[in-house]
C-alpha cells in the first residue's frame, strides 16, 4: 500500500509539473491531451452507431452488431441476442472487417484478355458485362442445348437466385459445394431416420466424436453447447482421431485411431450392444426396423476385431460401449458435418447411424434431432419446359443415391471431360471456389479448358475467378439485402434472419440478385426475377406475422416451436417407416443393406496418408488472404511425426517436397507428435494460383493440387482421404 | 469496498479458437504483430487413452495487480493504479514510451506500441464499458470462459463467481509474486510461464533513496516533460500528445 501511494504522489507530481509546463508555455494542446485521456474512462456515448447484420465467414451465419462510425465498420461485435451461436462472434467473425476493407477485392468487372489463368484482365463496364454473359450463355444454350451450361453456387442466403437462373433457362445441371463436404454423412443419416439430424449435445451425457473436430471446426451451436456440457454438465467426450486436434486435446479420451477404420469401430460398438443387450428393447421393437438383421451382421465385429483395426485396445473399445449405452438416451454417436473422405463414406457414415439407432437417442433430449418448423415459407415459380433438351444432369445415373440438389461435382467434372453423355460448355459460378476446394486441381484446370465460357461471380479473385472468361465483383455481407434464410439451432433454436445493408457498397460491387435478374432479361427470362428482394421476403414471411419487425428489433425471429417428441405419433420417412438399421432400399438397390467393412488400403513402404482438416482461424481459401487471420495462421505447414522425419532426416521447419500421383508441392514441415506416424496433414487454401490473393499466392501449399480424386460411391462425394504422397526434403 | 475490476476465467473452457485475441486486436486496433491479449498453450506431449487433466489454453492479458510492478517501474507516473477502480491504467499523455514497464511485467503484457511509441496492453476496453458493452474479448468469447466485472461487487457476475469459488480459484504464478486480478477457477492450465519483474537497477534506488534524491531525479523527468511541450507546441495544433517523431526518438532512447 505504501509503495501505491508512493507511485501516486510520483505521478501527481509529475502531472502538476506537466500542466505547470504547458501552461507556462501557455498551451492547450497538453491539458487537452489529458482531458480526453480521463474522459474515456468514464462517460462517453458510443463513437458509432449499432446495425444487425448476419455473418458470412463461414457457413454458420451468425448474428452480429456491425458498429459502423461515418459510414465505416470499425468493430463486429456478437448479437447477444442470437441464441444460435450463444452471443459469440469468432475469429473469423470479427476479422469480417479486413474481409470487407480487402484491399484485394474485386472491383469492378473484368474480362479475360490473355490465356485462361494468364491473369491478363481488361476492366469493362457493368452493361458490357452482362450483355456478354448473356450473350454466351445464349451461345452455349443454341450449340449444345440448355443443359450444356453448368450452374455452381456456394454457400450463401442468395444462391437460390442461381438455381433460379438455372431452371429458367434450362439446364438440370446446377452443383453445390455440398458434394465437397457433407453429402455422403447427410445420405447415411437420411437413410437412417428419414432427415439429417441436428445433435443436442448440450444435453447430452456422452459424446463419441469421430470424423469431426467440434472444437476447431466450428459449427453453432454445437462447439459452445459440447463445453457447456462437458463443463457444468458432466458430459464425457470421446475422441478418435489420427491428429491430436484442439477437441482431442480437450476431450476426456483421445485415441489416434488408423485413418480409414471408423467403421469397424462402430461395428464393434454395435457388437457389445447388440451382444450384450445394452438397449431398450421396446424401442428397438417399436422404433427400428432390422434389428434381427444387424445382430446376425455385427457378430464377426468383435473388439478384438476393431482394435486390430483401428490400434484401439480391445477393453477400451468394449468400455466406451457399454458407457455410451449406459448413458443412453442422452449419448450419441456425433453426426460430424465434412464426410467427404472415401469410397465407401455413406457406409461409414451408416455405422454411425446405427449406432445411434441402438441408442434410442432420437428425438430426445441430449441425442439426435429432427428439424423443427421455422415457418418460412418457400417462394415456387414454374420453371420453363424446354423440349430441345437433354433428359437428365450430366451427373445423373452414375452414383446411386446422388442428391438431386446437389449434384457431384466431381462426376459432373469426369462427365464433362468425357463429354459424357453430352458436352457442357458454359459455366456459371458464385461465390464457391471448386478450384482450391476440388481434389485434383490440375483436372479442374483441364475441365475450365473444356469451357467456351465462363462467368465467376465473387467478392475476390478466387482461383476459380482467376480462369474465368468474366469475373464479376459481387457484394459482401454487410453491403447488401438478401432474402431471408431459416436456421436450426439444435435445442438451441429454430430461427429466421435477414440481411440489410450495413454499410454502401463498396466500388463497383452488385449484388448476385441484381446480376442474374440483369442477365434473365437479358435472355428474357426477366419474369422470372420480376421482384425485389424486400418483396421475396414478404412472401417467405407469410406466415410469420410480426416477424420482420421482431428481426429489426432483436436481429432475429425464433419460432417458439416443438423442440423434443417431434415424432410422437407420426411415422419415420423411411420405406419401413421405422428407424432403418437395415436399409431395405439399399438392398433393392444393390448397396449393402448393412455396413460391410472394408479394411482401408495402407500406404506403401515410405509414403504417407495425406488426411484434410480444419482450423477455428481458416474457411477454405476464402479467408488465407485475410490480413487479420493471415496473422495467427501465416502459412500452413505439413505436419509430420518425429519418428519417420527422423528417418527421412527432415528437421522442424525444413522444406519439403510433398507429391502425389496427381501432384507436388513444397511445403515447410511441422515436425509433432500431434500426428500417427502413417499419416500426414496440411490445412486448405493456401498457394493460390490467383496472385489476387497476395497473402496466399506463392504461400505454403495447395492440397487441392495434391489429392487425388475418389469419390464415394454411393453419394459421389469427394472422397479426400484416399491420396498417398511421398515426402522429400528439398535442398535448397 | 472500493472496485476492483477484474477478470475471472475458467481456462477449462478455453478452445484457443482466439476469437478474443482477435476482437481484442480490431477493437483496440493494436498494431501488426502486436497483441494485447492472449492464449497460452499447454504444450505437454499428446498421450493416448485417457486424459488427467483438462484445462490445455490459458486465457490471459494485463492482470491489473494489487502490486503492480509496472507502476514502480514508471519514471512518470504515466502508469498508475486506478484507487477507484483498480485498473492498472496508462495515461497516455504522460508516458514517454521509456519501455522502462516492459521488463517490469512478470506476464508480459506490455509492449512499446509500434505505431504510437508509448506503452500499450489492455484497458478493459474503456470506450466499450461507457458503451455499456463488455470489454471487446469478454464479449465475443463463444464459450464465455472470460468473465469480466467488479470482484467486490456481489451483484456482478465476476463478484458471483469470485465469492462462490474463493477456496479454489488460482492466479497465475510468477517469480515475482504481483499479487494480480486475474482469477482462474480451479485448474489455471498450462504453468512456468511467467517471468520475474525486473525494475531497472535506477528505479530501484529511486524508490529506495531519500526524498532529495528523488527529488531530483523527479525534476529531471520535469526537464524531459517540458521539452515534450515544447515539441507539442511546435508541432500541429491537435489535441493528440506527443506525437513529435524526434521526441519519440530521444524519449525511447532514454
Known amino acids: ?732 | 469496498m472500493a472496485r476492483q475490476l477484474a477478470m475471472v476465467i475458467d481456462s477449462a473452457k478455453c478452445m484457443d479458437c482466439k476469437a478474443c485475441v482477435a476482437a481484442c486486436k480490431v477493437a483496440n486496433h493494436t498494431p501488426e504483430g502486436q497483441w494485447r491479449n492472449w492464449i497460452k498453450l499447454d504444450d505437454s506431449p499428446p498421450r493416448p487413452g485417457a486424459s488427467n487433466r483438462k484445462a490445455r489454453f490459458q486465457p490471459g492479458a494485463c492482470m491489473h495487480c494489487d502490486n503492480p510492478t509496472c507502476v514502480a517501474a514508471c519514471p512518470t507516473g504515466a502508469t498508475y493504479k486506478d484507487a477507484e477502480t483498480g485498473e492498472v491504467v496508462i495515461d497516455e499523455g504522460l508516458c514517454i514510451g521509456c519501455g522502462n514497464c516492459l521488463p517490469a511485467c512478470p506476464y508480459h503484457a506490455r509492449f512499446r506500441n509500434a505505431e504510437k511509441r508509448k506503452a500499450d496492453k489492455c484497458n478493459y476496453c474503456p470506450e466499450r464499458r461507457s458503451a455499456g458493452l463488455d470489454p471487446a474479448c469478454v464479449d465475443t468469447c463463444p464459450t464465455k470462459a472470460r468473465v469480466f466485472g467488479d470482484i467486490n461487487d456481489p451483484q456482478s457476475e465476476a463478484g458471483r463467481l469470485y465469492l462462490a469459488n474463493k477456496e479454489r480459484l488460482a492466479r497465475v504464478v510468477a517469480a515475482t509474486d504481483t499479487k494480480p486480478n486475474m482469477f482462474y477457477l480451479g485448474d489455471p492450465g498450462p504453468e512456468h510461464w511467467a517471468g520475474e519483474a525486473v525494475i531497472p537497477a535506477s528505479m530501484v534506488a529511486l524508490k529506495q533513496s531519500a526524498p532529495l534524491i528523488k527529488g531530483i531525479v523527479a525534476l529531471s523527468g520535469l526537464g524531459v516533460l517540458v521539452m515534450l511541450g515544447r515539441q507539442l507546441l511546435a508541432g500541429s495544433g491537435d489535441s493528440h500528445s506527443g506525437s513529435g517523431p524526434s521526441g519519440d526518438k530521444e524519449n525511447t532512447d532514454a
Open chain 1, 1 to 732: 500500500m505504501a509503495q501505491t501511494s508512493r507511485t501516486l504522489s510520483r505521478r501527481e507530481f509529475f502531472k502538476a509539473s506537466g500542466l505547470l509546463a504547458a501552461g507556462a508555455l501557455g498551451g492547450p494542446a497538453l491539458l487537452g491531451g489529458l482531458r480526453t485521456a480521463q474522459a474515456a474512462t468514464e462517460t462517453m456515448t458510443p463513437a458509432w452507431d449499432s446495425r444487425f447484420g448476419v455473418c458470412d465467414m463461414c457457413f454458420n451465419k451468425c448474428g452480429l452488431i456491425a458498429r459502423v462510425e461515418n459510414g465505416v465498420v470499425t468493430k463486429l461485435d456478437p448479437n447477444p441476442k442470437f441464441v444460435k451461436s450463444r452471443g459469440m462472434l469468432c475469429a473469423r467473425g470479427n476479422a469480417g472487417i479486413s474481409h470487407v476493407y480487402d484491399p484485394d477485392r474485386l472491383k469492378h468487372p473484368l474480362l479475360r484478355k490473355g490465356g485462361r489463368g494468364e491473369g491478363k484482365w481488361q476492366r469493362i463496364p457493368w452493361d458490357e458485362a452482362l450483355d456478354m454473359a448473356a450473350q454466351k450463355m445464349d451461345e452455349v444454350r443454341e450449340k449444345y442445348l440448355p443443359c450444356g451450361h453448368l450452374f455452381t453456387a456456394g454457400t450463401d442466403m442468395q444462391s437460390l437466385f442461381v438455381e433460379r437462373l438455372a431452371e429458367a433457362y434450362g439446364s438440370f445441371n446446377l452443383t453445390s459445394h455440398e458434394s465437397l463436404c457433407l453429402v455422403s454423412g447427410s445420405r447415411a443419416f437420411l437413410d437412417t431416420f428419414g432427415e439429417v439430424p441436428f445433435a443436442d449435445v448440450l444435453h447430452s451425457k456422452y459424446v463419441i466424436m469421430v470424423g469431426a473436430n467440434r472444437f476447431e471446426a466450428l459449427v453453432t451451436p454445437d462447439s459452445m453447447d459440447l463445453m457447456t456440457a462437458m463443463r457444468e454438465h458432466g458430459c464425457k467426450l470421446v475422441t478418435l482421431d489420427p491428429r491430436y486436434t484442439k477437441t482431442a486435446a480437450l476431450s476426456d479420451e483421445w485415441y489416434p485411431i488408423r485413418p480409414g477404420t471408423d467403421m469397424a469401430f462402430m461395428l464393434a460398438l454395435a457388437h457389445v450392444i447388440v451382444g450384450e443387450g445394452l438397449y431398450d428393447p421396446q424401442w428397438i421393437e417399436e422404433k427400428t426396423y432390422g434389428m434381427e438383421q444387424l445382430r446376425e451382421h455385427v457378430k464377426p465385429y468383435t473388439p478384438g476385431f476393431a482394435a486390430e483395426q483401428c490400434g484401439i485396445p480391445a477393453e477400451d473399445i468394449a468400455r466406451i460401449a457399454r458407457e455410451l449405452a449406459a448413458a443412453a438416451p442422452a449419448s450419441m454417436v456425433y453426426p460430424g458435418r465434412r464426410s467427404s473422405d472415401y469410397e465407401d463414406s455413406t457406409q461409414i457414415r451408416r455405422s454411425f447411424a446405427i449406432v445411434n439407432g441402438l441408442l434410442g437417442n432420437w428425438d430426445r433430449p441430449g441425442g439426435l434431432l429432427g428439424a423443427r418448423a421455422v415457418g418460412l415459407k418457400g417462394v415456387p415459380y414454374d420453371a420453363p419446359w424446354y423440349d430441345d433438351n437433354h433428359d437428365d444432369r450430366i451427373d445423373a445415373g452414375k452414383v446411386p443415391m446422388m442428391f438431386e440438389h446437389e449434384g457431384s461435382f466431381m462426376v459432373t467434372r469426369d462427365s464433362i471431360l468425357a463429354d459424357d453423355p453430352y458436352p457442357i460448355r458454359g459455366w456459371f459460378v458464385y461465390k464457391t471456389n471448386p478450384m482450391a476446394t476440388a481434389p485434383n486441381r490440375a483436372k479442374t484446370i483441364e475441365m475450365m479448358h473444356k469451357m467456351d465460357f465462363v462467368t465467376v461471380v465473387d467478392i475476390a479473385m478466387s482461383d476459380t475467378a482467376w480462369y474465368a472468361d468474366l469475373v464479376l465483383p459481387s457484394q459482401s455481407y454487410l453491403e447488401r439485402i438478401d432474402p431471408c434464410s431459416g436456421l436450426q439451432g439444435s435445442s438451441a433454436c429454430a430461427c429466421v434472419v435477414k440481411r440489410d445493408p450495413v454499410i454502401e457498397p463498396l466500388y463497383e460491387s452488385r449484388p448476385l440478385f441484381d446480376i442474374v435478374k440483369g442477365i434473365a432479361g437479358r435472355l428474357d427470362l426477366g419474369e422470372y426475377f420480376d421482384f425485389t428482394i424486400e418483396q421475396f421476403r414478404e412472401k417467405q414471411l407469410a406466415d410469420l406475422p410480426g416477424a420482420d419487425g421482431i428481426m429489426d428489433r432483436d436481429g432475429v425471429y425464433y419460432n417458439p416451436s416443438k423442440v423434443y417428441g417431434i415424432y410422437d405419433g407420426l411415422v419415420y420417412k423411411t420405406l419401413s417407416q421405422k428407424v432403418e438399421l437395415y436399409n431395405q432400399r439399399y438392398e433393392q438397390m444393390g448397396i449393402d443393406p448393412l455396413p460391410v467393412y472394408t479394411p482401408p488400403v495402407q500406404p506403401p513402404a515410405n509414403q504417407f496418408r495425406l488426411v484434410v482438416g480444419r482450423n477455428a482461424l481458416v474457411t477454405q481459401g476464402s479467408t488465407t488472404n485475410n490480413t487479420l487471420l493471415h496473422e495467427f495462421v501465416p502459412t500452413n505447414t505439413l505436419w509430420l511425426n518425429p519418428g519417420p522425419a527422423g528417418k527421412l532426416g527432415i528437421a522442424d521447419g525444413d522444406l519439403v517436397e510433398v507429391s502425389s500421383a496427381v501432384g507436388r508441392q513444397a511445403i515447410r514441415a511441422e515436425v509433432t507428435d500431434k500426428i500417427r506416424e502413417d499419416t500426414v496433414y496440411m490445412l486448405t487454401g493456401f498457394n493460390t494460383l490467383s496472385t489476387q490473393q497476395r497473402l496466399a499466392h506463392g504461400n505454403g501449399a495447395s492440397i487441392a493440387e495434391i489429392l487425388d480424386g475418389g469419390y464415394d460411391t454411393v453419394t459421389g462425394n469427394a472422397a479426400l482421404h484416399l491420396t498417398f504422397v511421398t515426402v522429400t526434403r528439398k535442398v535448397a
